[in-house]
């Protein structure tokens, strides 16, 4: 060994303070919340990000002012904030100073120690609200929104060549239709519904009269009888197509706020799934080659507004427990990834815009879900001796007779008089 170690080691400190090292040692981990679903052999790890890294130090005062030195070092460590801190190996680094206790043994007079924990310093402001959590999941779908706005000049026509341009138009129509479909089983109201209609048939007709799959502005002007933000002239068929089902959601959440995001949720999911068998992107000849990469990207456009909406709904919906806000967490990190793992066949370029918006709409569902489901109740299982009346057993668990009816909803329990004796409940 030629390198001489000590001339490259940092002298310690902290915030400022000096001491001596004779142990540090350096933890971190990733934050993984692994999640096992029945019938399913492969668990879900989700990784929730970095944990918190920690030091700990041995640091020590030998001399005769070690008892001084200590008080010194003691009065630093009790300081509030983050400061400097200077580790022989690591250098400088931004921590916190967490815990500490002092060592000193009789037999070594003059030698003093202080056991020190150091945490990584993290985000210099609180942690946001759940209500600006929300937004922001609002503000990743439209960006999402300009991300497929990029994809009306990646469709391949080949000159317009009339059978690959016809696939093209009948996948779009394919997308309007299945709106009509969702709308028809979400909205209600027949005025909202009507008006729905309407605009998706002018939407057909726009995608059916051209082949570069942008739509005229009387098109997007009969948007403002919906609410919709003006969109500009031109814009991409699937934005539209995103714009509309985000409208969709809009009218039927609004109608009803309790049931509604669920409602959304599910008349959306297939769309999330897309197609998952879709042929690869090979083909003997140019033209089938250019097929098969645009059923990529209208399946890519299927993908991305159906996990729009999907990212909407989830932060209006209300989570009556822990397990629920998680399954819900972990359906859309999997769909997401999904939709991620068919991107990749558009190819590096293509696919780095509507990847990046894909995955800032995850993180920001995913740290709102993270935030909501931390303060709800777990769930748990009861075992009783006998099939008891719901409003008895309300009684047992949460001395509140009233929340019986709650349950026998959770349970599905046919008659309340006689709940299973096996059954959930809410832990509090």
């Given at each position: 060994m030629t390198r001489d170690w000590l001339s490259t080691l940092w002298p310690a400190s902290w915030q400022g303070v000096p001491f001596w090292v004779e142990k540090d040692t350096h933890a971190g981990?990733?934050?993984?919340?692994?999640?096992?679903?029945?019938?399913?052999?492969?668990?879900?790890?989700?990784?929730?990000?970095?944990?918190?890294?920690?030091?700990?130090?041995?640091?020590?005062?030998?001399?005769?002012?070690?008892?001084?030195?200590?008080?010194?070092?003691?009065?630093?460590?009790?300081?509030?904030?983050?400061?400097?801190?200077?580790?022989?190996?690591?250098?400088?680094?931004?921590?916190?100073?967490?815990?500490?206790?002092?060592?000193?043994?009789?037999?070594?007079?003059?030698?003093?120690?202080?056991?020190?924990?150091?945490?990584r310093e993290g985000a210099t402001a609180i942690l946001a609200t759940q209500a600006s959590l929300g937004q922001s999941v609002f503000d990743a779908v439209d960006g999402l929104s300009a991300a497929l706005g990029l994809?009306?000049?990646?469709?391949?026509?080949?000159?317009?060549?009339?059978?690959?341009?016809?696939?093209?138009?009948?996948?779009?129509?394919?997308?309007?239709?299945?709106?009509?479909?969702?709308?028809?089983?979400?909205?209600?109201?027949?005025?909202?519904?009507?008006?729905?209609?309407?605009?998706?048939?002018?939407?057909?007709?726009?995608?059916?009269?051209?082949?570069?799959?942008?739509?005229?502005?009387?098109?997007?002007?009969?948007?403002?009888?919906?609410?919709?933000?003006?969109?500009?002239?031109?814009?991409?068929?699937?934005?539209?197509?995103?714009?509309?089902?985000?409208?969709?959601?809009?009218?039927?959440i609004e109608a009803d706020s309790a049931a509604g995001p669920d409602r959304v949720r599910d008349a959306f999911a297939p769309w999330t799934i897309a197609d998952p068998d879709a042929a690869p992107v090979t083909a003997a000849t140019t033209c089938r080659l250019a097929m098969a990469r645009n059923g990529v990207r209208l399946d890519v456009v299927q993908r991305l507004v159906g996990?729009?909406?999907?990212?909407?709904?989830?932060?209006?919906?209300?989570?009556?427990?822990?397990?629920?806000?998680?399954?819900?967490?972990?359906?859309?990190?999997?769909?997401?990834?999904?939709?991620?793992?068919?991107?990749?066949?558009?190819?590096?370029?293509?696919?780095?815009?509507?990847?990046?918006?894909?995955?800032?709409?995850?993180?920001?569902?995913?740290e709102w879900l993270t935030r909501a489901i931390a303060d709800l109740a777990p769930v748990r299982t009861i075992r009783t001796s006998a099939e008891l009346p719901a409003t008895v057993l309300a009684w047992v668990l949460y001395r509140d007779p009233s929340r019986g009816p709650e349950l026998v909803s959770r349970n599905q329990v046919t008659h309340p008089g006689f709940m299973p004796r096996v059954f959930e409940a809410l832990v509090s």
């Open positions: 981990k990733r934050r993984i919340a692994s999640h096992e679903f029945p019938g399913r052999d492969d668990p879900l790890h989700e990784d929730l990000g970095s944990g918190v890294a920690r030091w700990q130090v041995t640091a020590y005062f030998a001399s005769d002012t070690a008892d001084a030195d200590a008080a010194i070092l003691l009065a630093a460590l009790d300081q509030p904030g983050p400061g400097l801190l200077v580790l022989p190996i690591d250098g400088p680094v931004a921590a916190r100073a967490h815990e500490w206790h002092r060592e000193r043994e009789r037999d070594k007079a003059g030698y003093v120690a202080w056991q020190i924990t150091f945490l994809l009306a000049t990646a469709y391949d026509l080949m000159g317009t060549v009339d059978w690959v341009t016809a696939a093209v138009t009948d996948g779009l129509v394919d997308l309007v239709a299945g709106l009509d479909l969702v709308a028809g089983t979400i909205l209600d109201d027949a005025v909202a519904a009507l008006a729905v209609t309407s605009t998706l048939t002018a939407v057909v007709a726009a995608i059916e009269d051209g082949t570069d799959f942008a739509l005229a502005s009387d098109v997007v002007s009969g948007f403002a009888g919906l609410g919709l933000d003006a969109l500009a002239t031109g814009v991409d068929a699937g934005a539209v197509i995103l714009a509309l089902a985000r409208k969709i959601g809009d009218l039927a996990l729009a909406v999907t990212a909407e709904a989830i932060v209006r919906a209300t989570y009556a427990s822990r397990q629920e806000g998680v399954a819900a967490r972990a359906d859309f990190v999997v769909a997401t990834e999904r939709a991620l793992v068919a991107m990749d066949s558009l190819g590096a370029a293509e696919a780095a815009e509507p990847s990046t918006a894909l995955v800032a709409v995850r993180d920001a569902a995913v």
